[in-house]
């Protein structure tokens, strides 16, 4: 009820499934829900959708329980060369 009605206040779209979402969120706060909505509205936006799809839900939930994504974990080829040396 609680992720209802934080996302009665974003357009959503036909295709969400908030009741998927709410099994998948046991334990989280009301304020978790509201960063969790929050942030699958800002995902949407950044696609170009008008509405909040189940894909930028989940990838808000994935965002809030495993942190922000990083991308600077990727490790070159010229770096991993690198420290190969370094280490060797």
Do not use: C, W
Request: proline residues 2%; hydrophobic residues 45%; aromatic residues 6%.
């Amino acid at each position: 009820q609680i992720l209802q009605l934080y996302a009665s206040k974003v357009p959503l779209d036909d295709g969400a499934d908030l009741d998927a979402l709410a099994r998948g969120t046991p334990g989280m706060s009301g304020a978790d829900l509201f960063n969790l909505v929050n942030q699958a509205a800002l995902k949407a936006a950044l696609d170009g959708s008008k509405f909040v799809t189940g894909a930028a839900l989940d990838f808000a939930k994935d965002k809030i329980l495993m942190g922000a994504e990083r991308k600077s974990a990727v490790l070159s080829k010229e770096t991993m060369e690198m420290t190969a040396y370094h280490e060797g």
